[in-house]
C-alpha cells in the first residue's frame, strides 16, 4: 500500500514540475514582451492575453472530458488511456464524437453461467437463460458530472478568449 502511494506521488511531483516550468516560460515569456515593447500597453498586451487563455482553457477543457472518458471507460471495461490520448490527440469535440459512436455497452454476468451480457438482453448468448431486466432502467443515470460541468464552462471560457483574441486583433489595426 506504501509503495502504492509513493509512486502516485512521484507522479503528482512529475506533473506539477511540469505546469511549474510551464508557468515559468509563460512568465518569461511575457517579461521579454514588457521589455521590449517598453511596458504593457492596451490592445497590443490583450492579445497574448487571450491567446493564453485559448491555450490554457482549451487544455482544461481536454483535461475534464479526458477525465469523463478515463472514468466512462473503467465502468465499460475498455481502455482507459487509450481513449483520453484519443480526446487529447482528435480535439476534445472530435473525441467525444469518436468515443460515443466507438464506446461498449455496459455489461453483466449471466446469473446462470457469467457470461457478461448487455444489460437490456432478455436472453444470455451463451446459455440462452432468461435475464430479468431490474437493473436496466438504474443504470441510466449520468456519471461524473463534475467533469462534464467543468468541460463545457471551459469550453464557453475558451470561446469568451477566442472572441477577445479576434476583437483585439481586429482592433490593432486601426
Known amino acids: 500500500m506504501k509503495k502504492h502511494r509513493d509512486i502516485k506521488y512521484r507522479n503528482n511531483r512529475g506533473l506539477i514540475l511540469a505546469a511549474a516550468i510551464l508557468v515559468l516560460f509563460i512568465l518569461v515569456r511575457f517579461g521579454i514582451f514588457f521589455a521590449v515593447s517598453g511596458g504593457f500597453s492596451g490592445i497590443a498586451m490583450a492579445i497574448p492575453l487571450f491567446l493564453l487563455g485559448v491555450i490554457f482553457f482549451w487544455l482544461l477543457m481536454s483535461a475534464f472530458f479526458g477525465a469523463w472518458v478515463y472514468q466512462d471507460c473503467r465502468k465499460r471495461g475498455d481502455d482507459p488511456v487509450l481513449w483520453v490520448i484519443i480526446i487529447f490527440l482528435a480535439t476534445p469535440v472530435i473525441g467525444l464524437l469518436i468515443y460515443f459512436l466507438r464506446r461498449r455497452e455496459i455489461k453483466r454476468p449471466c446469473p446462470a453461467c457469467g ?3 448487455p444489460l437490456r438482453a432478455k436472453y444470455c448468448e451463451e446459455c ?3 435475464i430479468q431486466n431490474r437493473e436496466g432502467m438504474e443504470n441510466k443515470k449520468v456519471h461524473h458530472k463534475k467533469y462534464i460541468a467543468g468541460g463545457l464552462v ?3 471560457l475558451l470561446i469568451v478568449c477566442l472572441t477577445g483574441v479576434i476583437v483585439s486583433a481586429s482592433g490593432a489595426g486601426m
Open 128 to 130: 440462452g437463460a432468461y
Open 115 to 117: 457470461h457478461p451480457v
Open 154 to 156: 471551459s469550453l464557453a
